[in-house]
């Protein structure tokens, strides 16, 4: 087997997850925002007001929704990290970042700007140029079975 | 202000709880088995070591910043400025992982960096 047949066949075995962990990590960021804007802003919460501050946040539906998200985003991320390098999965795992602004814009109505739209673009962008490198720097296994 | 330590506990804590965990990963090995018992087996053996565990705690506190920080901003500004853990996340991988950042790796990190920053000015 050759570096570039082992390769190919790690590239297979990690996109399901790698779509799994980007659909999973936007749809909780969005549920977490859609609670905590129901909760409140932290920053015109006084110390005396923290412990109403947490107990809103805590018993909102929409966090333990989003926790239910992450959580499952978790465990394929941990799936994944045991044969891709952390530097090949943490970016491809930007495209986030693109379904996060349409989620924001469609489910939350934000405003999102031509110049943040601009810019999760070129984020995206550099996702792309990320995932064409090889999933891991360790060296394939070979016929003789030394590395 | 507040924001600005909240967000660094996101970038930073979580970041650095990712990299405890892909070491982690990597001392169990690439999993080939992936019915629902054996998922669970390895989760069970993942939770017994200290990397996942050290991992989990750096990752909660990133959690907590990012419920705090997304109570003060919008979701759309929030999730795409975190992609600066893209930096700390390269660092980390070639510092504390020894991993290898190809050029193109690099080329693409520098890439992230530029819209992180237009995504910066479209709040001012």
């Known amino acids: 087997m050759d570096d570039h047949h082992h390769s190919r066949r790690l590239q297979r075995k990690t996109i399901p997850f790698i779509l799994l962990s980007v659909v999973m990590m936007p749809l909780g960021n969005v549920l977490l925002g859609k609670g905590m804007k129901g909760v409140g802003s932290l920053q015109r919460v006084t110390p005396g007001d923290l412990l109403p501050f947490v107990e809103r946040t805590i018993t909102s539906p929409w966090l333990w929704l989003a926790i239910a998200c992450f959580l499952g985003f978790f465990v394929s991320y941990m799936l994944l990290l045991t044969w891709a390098d952390y530097s090949y999965v943490q970016p491809a795992s930007a495209f986030s970042n693109a379904i996060v602004a ?32 090889s999933p891991t720097s360790a060296p394939a296994p070979t016929a003789t079975g030394k590395a | 202000m507040l924001q ?51 991992g989990i705690t750096l990752m909660a506190l990133g959690f907590f910043s990012l419920v705090g920080v997304l109570s003060i901003d919008e979701v759309s500004f929030v999730v795409p400025f975190s992609a600066l853990n893209y930096v700390v996340g390269a660092l980390g991988a070639r510092f504390l992982l020894r991993e290898r950042i190809s050029g193109r790796r690099l080329l693409g ?16």
Request: charged content about 15%; overall charge positive; proline content about 3%.
């Open chain 1, 102 to 133: 349409l989620l924001s814009y469609l489910v939350l109505h934000e405003v999102v700007s031509p110049k943040r739209w601009a810019g999760i673009a070129v984020i995206c962008l550099g996702v792309f140029i990320v995932g064409r490198s």
């Open chain 2, 4 to 54: 600005g330590i909240l967000f660094f506990f996101v970038i930073v804590a979580g970041t650095l709880g990712e990299l405890c965990i892909s070491r982690a990963m990597k001392s169990i090995g690439e999993i080939h088995d992936f019915r629902p018992r054996s998922v669970l087996q390895f989760v069970g053996r993942a939770l017994q070591l200290p990397w996942t565990l050290a």
């Open chain 2, 109 to 124: 990190i520098a890439t992230v960096v530029v819209g992180v920053t237009l995504v910066w000015w479209s709040r001012h």
